[in-house]
C-alpha cells in the first residue's frame, strides 16, 4: 500500500470497557488512493463511523498499524498526533461541533491559532467566502440555518489546506435540498483542492457520487467496488 493517502493494515479495535466492550473492526486492511473519493457504508453497527476515526487518528487501534500521509500513526504521541491531525486532515462531523460561543470566522480560525499560524484571520474570511458565507462572518452558530453551520464546519476543516478530508454523515441533520448543496460543496473541495475525501454515508445516492464504495458489515469489509453501491 505504498504512496496510499490512507492504508490501515490488519486494524483491530475494541471499544468500552468489561463485559461491556465490544470488538468493532476486526482485521480491516485497506488503502484510499491519493485524491480518490471513498464512500464508506453498511447497517447501523458496522463499524464505519469508528474506521473513519480511526483513519483521522481520533481513535488508537488495539492491534495493526494506520498509516496517513506517509505517516505512521502508532509512532505518534497524543499531542504529535493533534498537531499532525490539525495540519494534515480536515474532519467534518454530523452534528457541526461549533463553538456556540464563538462567531463563524472565530470558529474557522480557532485550529489557525491553536497552531499559532499567522493571519489565522484573514484565510478564515477567505474560507468563509469560498463556501459562500462571507455574509455571515460574525454571526454565531445559534443564528444560523443547519446548511449555514455545516458550511462553517466544512470551512473550519478545510482551513489549513489538509491533504484529507473526512466527514461523517455530513448531510445526516439536514433536508434534502441543503443536504445536496452540501454534497456538491465537498466534492467541489476535493476536486479544486485534490483532496482526498472518506465519508460515511447511509444515503447509498451520496455514496455512488464517490470513486470507491467499501461496504462494512459487523466490522469487516464485505464489499469494495468501483463507483457503485453493491
Not at 497524543?78 to 463563524?104: C, K, N, W, Y
Not at 476543516?157 to 445526516?172: R, Y
Request: proline share 3%; hydrophobic share 45%.
Amino acid at each position: 500500500m505504498k504512496d496510499k493517502a490512507i492504508a490501515l493494515h490488519d486494524v483491530d479495535l475494541s471499544l468500552g470497557r468489561g463485559a461491556a466492550r465490544v470488538h468493532i473492526l476486526k482485521g480491516i486492511s485497506l488503502g484510499v488512493d491519493k485524491g480518490e473519493a471513498v464512500g464508506l457504508v453498511g447497517p447501523s453497527g458496522s463499524g464505519k463511523s469508528t474506521l473513519l476515526m480511526t483513519m483521522a487518528g481520533l481513535e488508537r487501534p488495539d492491534s495493526g498499524k494506520v498509516i496517513v500521509d506517509g505517516t505512521d500513526l502508532s509512532g505518534l504521541d497524543e499531542d504529535a498526533l493533534a498537531r499532525f491531525r490539525g495540519r494534515r486532515i480536515g474532519i467534518v462531523f454530523q452534528s457541526f461541533h461549533l463553538v456556540p460561543t464563538m462567531t463563524a470566522l472565530e470558529n474557522v480560525a480557532l485550529p489557525l491559532e491553536l497552531a499559532g499560524e499567522d493571519e489565522a484571520f484573514e484565510r478564515a474570511e477567505a474560507e468563509l467566502q469560498a463556501v459562500g458565507l462571507g455574509h455571515r462572518l460574525h454571526h454565531y452558530p445559534a443564528q444560523l440555518s443547519g446548511g449555514e453551520q455545516q458550511r462553517v464546519a466544512i470551512a473550519r476543516a478545510i482551513v489549513p489546506n489538509p491533504a484529507i478530508l473526512v466527514a461523517d454523515e455530513p448531510t445526516g441533520n439536514l433536508d434534502e435540498n441543503t443536504g445536496t448543496s452540501i454534497v456538491d460543496l465537498l466534492f467541489a473541495l476535493k476536486r479544486d483542492r485534490g483532496a482526498t475525501l472518506v465519508l460515511v454515508t447511509h444515503d447509498l445516492n451520496l455514496a455512488r457520487l464517490c470513486d470507491r464504495t467499501v461496504r462494512l458489515r459487523s466490522g469487516q469489509v464485505e464489499a469494495d467496488a468501483a463507483s457503485a453501491v453493491a
